[in-house]
């Protein structure tokens, strides 16, 4: 039973962030929408969600104990913090690290569009995305820990008091990236991804497709050269047209295999037909 208290107690922050975000982020949809989705629509997304963040609890837990167990320390130090003498140095060391973060999300996120898309498609098959509706496939905590995890966790910096006030901010947005509001971050969206910027990857439009893999920062994205700056009303639908979006738990865990069945078919009807031999 303590195991599980345990346990409990590592998981328990991460749900109230998740859960006050959510909130947070649904409110803006409703007062500023850009479009309309149901309240009944969200409620797989938020199933979706509940499970999602107990399988990624449980497996951050996890690798937790096994660095500390194999005693594996940074490689690197950040003397970010500057002593946490002045509240400059509160901001920029929490920023310093939310950037160097997204560098390895980016990559992350690329590497899921190149050789493990069948499972990222469960993210990108979303039609009616909002904050509740932005859920993944259950694989991809594991896929987290190895691309993120586990290179970050080899990258130590200076813990001063922002850092708790900067993860919220972080979880706010990655929330508010998806969602379909009228608002958005401005001219501050040249710099901090936004909902717009966002939009853009997940579009149906071919044009589109492998742009804005950022999810903090399009510092990566411009530097990398896979940037897609929105234009003022460029608002594209959502979706892959393989699949629709899972609505059921089981559409959700299976969604690979009919992804994979999809293409398959749609390849054999593709496929031109041999000529005809001339007798």
């Not at 962030?17 to 969200?42: C, D, K, N, Q, Y």
């Not at 130590?156 to 969602?179: C, D, K, N, R, Y």
Request: hydrophobic share 50%; glycine share 6%; with cysteine.
């Amino acid at each position: 039973m303590s195991t599980l208290s345990a346990m409990w107690e590592t998981v328990k922050p991460t749900l109230v962030v998740w859960t006050f975000g959510f909130s947070v982020m649904t409110a803006v949809e409703l007062l500023a929408p850009r479009e309309r989705h149901s309240l009944r629509g969200r409620l797989p997304g938020l199933l979706f969600w509940a499970i999602w963040l107990a399988i990624s609890g449980v497996a951050y837990a996890g690798f937790r104990t096994l660095w500390s167990a194999l005693g594996i320390a940074p490689l690197v130090t950040l003397p970010t913090g500057a002593g946490w003498q002045t509240p400059v140095a509160w901001v920029v060391a929490p920023l310093i690290g939310a950037v160097i973060y997204d560098f390895f999300f980016y990559w992350c996120h690329r590497a899921q569009h190149r050789w493990l898309w069948r499972y990222h498609a469960v993210h990108h098959s979303i039609r009616e995305m909002s904050a509740v509706n932005a859920f993944h496939h259950p694989i991809e905590p594991f896929v987290q820990i190895l691309l993120i995890a586990i290179p970050t966790s080899l990258i130590a910096s200076e813990v001063g008091p922002a850092v708790p006030a900067m993860l919220v901010l972080m979880h706010l947005q990655a929330s508010f990236i998806h969602t379909p509001s009228r608002w958005h971050l401005g001219p501050l969206s040249s710099v901090i991804v936004d909902n717009r910027f966002h939009r853009i990857h997940h579009s149906v439009e071919h044009r589109h497709f492998d742009h804005n893999f950022g999810a903090f920062t399009t510092l990566w994205d411009r530097l990398f050269g896979t940037a897609w700056m929105p234009e003022k009303d460029e608002w594209p639908a959502t979706g892959i047209a393989e699949v629709d979006q899972p609505r059921t738990l089981h559409q959700w865990v299976s969604l690979p295999v009919a992804y994979d069945r999809a293409t398959d078919a749609t390849s054999r009807i593709e496929q031109p037909r041999a000529p005809a031999l001339e007798i």
